[in-house]
């Protein structure tokens, strides 16, 4: 009994966080090796926005900053504070890239979505 107990111990997958299967990489009774990606889980109580800022932005923006992101597939804006800046600006491009956490409770975001920045 123990070791049928061992076993099945092994068959159970408790995710890190809460959230959404996105995509599944492995089915049913299928065997996969240690290691191999099963499925990706998206934690969708927690949206973090990535965004690519002109550097002369640099001169105003800072960490805590409220900014207003407008998302295309929804057709409104939510509001978001700037978590962390890059270090580094791509002197091609002249941009630098911009993290911000979205601060309002919005269940019909789902990753992925794309829009502006103001």
């Avoid at 959404?20 to 240690?34: G, H």
Wanted: charged content about 25%.
């Amino acid at each position: 009994m123990d070791a049928a107990e061992a076993i099945l111990s092994k068959c159970e997958i408790r995710a890190p966080f809460d959230g959404k299967v996105a995509e599944l990489r492995a089915q049913p009774l299928q065997y996969v090796q240690p290691g191999q990606p099963i499925l990706d889980l998206v934690d969708d109580g927690a949206f973090e926005v990535v965004f690519l800022a002109p550097s002369r932005w640099l001169r105003w923006l800072e960490r805590g900053q409220e900014i207003q992101i407008h998302l295309d597939e929804t057709g409104r804006a939510y509001g978001a504070t700037v978590v962390r800046i890059g270090a580094r600006v791509d002197a091609v491009s002249e941009t630098v890239k911009v993290y911000a956490a979205i601060t309002n409770n919005a269940p019909e975001l789902v990753a992925g979505m794309s829009g502006a920045v103001r």
